[in-house]
């Protein structure tokens, strides 16, 4: 494992991790899905307030 | 107050969203209950005393330097077949929404176990049929036909002597398939893997017998190794299968 896969872990690194949960119900595919989506998740988001939240997925 | 990310438009969350448009509503509906519920109680997964989002609401358990950096990562039902994946991270009082996924696809309600399905994969694509059950083609069943005497013209109703009935039995050989499944059937008889091939009514329903066949050994697979006869029975089913979707 490079040095930087230990702040940010890569995809790769995030789906053996995952994939080593012998008790989660996610098919491998899934895993994959799930495991790029950790890797990828944007740092800088500032994010929004629950309620924010809340109205976004009301009007979604 | 959490603040939340990966939520918004274009976000991961709301691509995954997208993808189940027949239960959409009911995604948004416990997602927000599932924020509300997050709001008050910020944890990852349960805690005792703290329950979380619904019963399977749980962390990964993942080991080795993803795991120990990022160990909170947490799954929580919304429907019976999505979850949320979502992680809070308490220092800096945010909640990240990583998406909702779908649980496996067969629907046994038991998680699977990777490894085992590998295994399991494995012997599958490594199996070699005895050479005394090749496939081929479905052919009739075993019958016994009785033939009875033919009257011609009038029936004559003078006594006659007593004659031994004339009959012709024809034994038609079994077909091949026939002669499969009886010898896949000795390996485990108290299947009744012939008995239902033979209350199957299509190739449709025979291909669902094998296919619930190969289920449950799946299930017990998981509690234990085969036995050499199960395994023997497992080789069959699936030269069974090969027979059935032979073109």
């Known amino acids: ?60 | 107050m959490l603040r939340v990310l990966g939520a918004g438009p274009n976000s991961e969350l709301a691509k995954t969203i997208d993808k189940f448009t027949d239960q959409r509503d009911r995604i948004k509906t416990e997602l927000s209950k599932f924020l509300q519920w997050k709001n008050k109680t910020p944890y990852n997964g349960s805690l005792p005393g703290l329950p979380g989002f619904g019963d399977s609401d749980r962390k990964f358990r993942s080991g080795g330097n993803f795991g120990s950096k990022l160990p909170g990562i947490s799954h929580a039902h919304l429907t019976h077949n999505l979850s949320i994946v979502y992680f809070v991270d308490k220092e800096t009082n945010t909640i990240r929404l990583y998406g909702v996924y779908s649980h496996d696809d067969i629907g046994t309600g038991s998680p699977p176990d990777l490894k085992r399905q590998d295994q399991m994969g494995g012997r599958w694509a490594n199996m070699k049929f005895d050479a005394s059950i090749q496939p081929t083609a479905l052919g009739p069943s075993t019958k016994t036909i009785t033939q009875k005497p033919v009257s011609q013209g009038k029936p004559n109703y003078a006594p006659k002597p007593k004659q031994p009935v004339a009959s012709t039995t024809v034994q038609q050989e079994e077909s091949p398939f026939v002669q499969m499944s009886k010898q896949v059937d000795s390996f485990w008889p108290d299947r009744n893997l012939f008995k239902q091939l033979q209350n199957a009514r299509s190739k449709t329903e025979q291909l669902a017998v094998i296919n619930g066949e190969v289920n449950y050994i799946n299930v017990i697979t998981k509690r234990h190794s085969l036995y050499p006869n199960q395994m023997q029975y497992v080789r069959g089913l699936q030269a069974l299968y090969n027979a059935l979707t032979k073109k």
């Open chain 1, 1 to 60: 494992m490079k040095l930087n896969e230990i702040s940010k872990p890569s995809r790769k690194a995030i789906f053996e991790s995952l994939c080593s949960d012998t008790e989660q119900p996610f098919t491998t595919v899934t895993l994959q899905e799930i495991a790029e989506s950790i890797s990828k998740f944007d740092d800088s988001d500032p994010g929004m307030t629950v309620d924010e939240a809340l109205d976004w997925l009301k009007n979604a």
